[in-house]
Structures are given as C-alpha cells and as structure tokens.
C-alpha cells in the first residue's frame, strides 16, 4: 500500500512529503534544541526548574501579547504564555519562517543531515 502524501508548492520549491514525517521530527527531543540553536534562542534563555524560560521570538517585547516562552527540552514542546502558541521543532520553524510544517520538517532535515521520506523538486 502507498504511503499518503501531501504535496506543498511555493515559489522556490515543490516538496512531497509524508505526514508521519513531522510526528517523528517532533518525537526527536534533540532537534528542538538543535533548531533553538541555530536561532540562537536557547542561549538567551535562563533555566527555571525542568524548562528553559526567555522572550517570545514571535512576539516582540513591544507587543502587548509578550509573555514568556517557555521550553520543556525533555518533552521536545515549546510554549508561550503570551499568544498561547505551542508545538514541537517543525511548528516553531514553521512559524518563525511563515512555511507550512511539511516544507519546515524539510527544512530542518535539510539542516541536520537527517533523512527524509520525501522528494524535493526545485
């Protein structure tokens, strides 16, 4: 039996993807805190018991919705108290790029040489 796919088309690229894909980027308590990195997010951040706590990246300090952003590296999720968004690795790349989450768990792959099930044609 074929796998379902879900096809993505921008500009730049089109990417076919499964969507089990981002379940199991989620899954990879690591890459959240790869992808945090790489943003360098995570280093401006203080630890407050099991999470790491700090300024929301969506929303400025000037905005009347800043709260904190809340990171639970040992669950891989994110929150924030703020504009009551949370997630995993594929939907802060996801929000933080303006990408769809199939396109950001390309992404991310793409970054950490992980494979994945998909084909990208540019």
Same mark, same amino acid.
């Given at each position: 039996?074929?796998?379902?796919?879900?096809?993505?088309?921008?500009?730049?690229?089109?990417?076919?993807?499964?969507?089990?894909?981002?379940?199991?980027?989620?899954?990879?308590?690591?890459?959240?805190?790869?992808?945090?990195?790489?943003?360098?997010?995570?280093?401006?951040?203080?630890?407050?018991?099991?999470?790491?706590?700090?300024?929301?990246?969506?929303?400025?300090?000037?905005?009347?919705?800043?709260?904190?952003?809340?990171?639970?590296?040992?669950?891989?999720?994110? +929150?924030? &108290?703020?504009?009551?968004? #949370?997630?995993? $690795? @594929?939907?802060?790349?996801? +929000?933080? &790029?303006?990408?769809?989450? #199939?396109?950001? $768990? @390309?992404?991310?792959?793409?970054?950490?040489?992980?494979?994945?099930?998909?084909?990208?044609?540019?």
């Amino acid at each position: 039996m074929k796998a379902p796919w879900v096809e993505i088309q921008t500009s730049e690229y089109s990417v076919k993807t499964e969507p089990k894909l981002i379940a199991s980027i989620n899954r990879k308590r690591t890459l959240l805190l790869c992808v945090l990195a790489r943003y360098q997010i995570i280093q401006r951040m203080h630890r407050e018991g099991k999470e790491h706590v700090g300024h929301c990246p969506f929303n400025g300090p000037w905005s009347p919705d800043h709260g904190q952003f809340r990171v639970t590296l040992s669950g891989g999720r994110w +929150r924030c &108290e703020g504009c009551h968004q #949370e997630g995993g $690795a @594929v939907e802060f790349v996801a +929000r933080l &790029e303006s990408v769809p989450n #199939e396109l950001a $768990a @390309v992404l991310i792959c793409t970054w950490f040489s992980r494979r994945w099930p998909s084909r990208v044609i540019r």
